[in-house]
């Protein structure tokens, strides 16, 4: 599990978040007077806004994203569960799938809790509010 959590807050997977939500640009506006930020910056703060914990009994993670925006943490829950995904497709090679299986993780949409705005979360038995 301790290799997952490092592949998902590794550059492999959270540059694609980046530049698919186009961080740099938007949080240089939002919190550095307009100014474009590096993508290493942008990686640090990302980094430290979100949470990873694996979900007892299960092979599932928790991805919790802390923001004071509750659409940009489900967001940012969201990109980072499908840039991992995508890495997964890229760097294992899977046999193809017979008729009627399924192959692969299957990702739903995280939806913020109007309780904790802040917060986002997936869970083993589907997607609820954390």
Known sequence: MQTTFE???S???LSNVIAS???NEA???KYYNGETLKTTETMEILKG???LAPVRNTKMITITVYSDDKKEAADLANNIAQAY???RVKTIRRPRPRVGSVDGPIFGRIQPDPDHPDECGLYADGLRHR
């Open 7 to 9: 592949i998902m807050k």
């Open 11 to 13: 550059q492999m997977v």
């Open 21 to 23: 939500m186009n961080l």
């Open 27 to 29: 949080w240089g506006k």
């Open 49 to 51: 806004r979100m949470g």
């Open 85 to 87: 995904q995508n890495y």
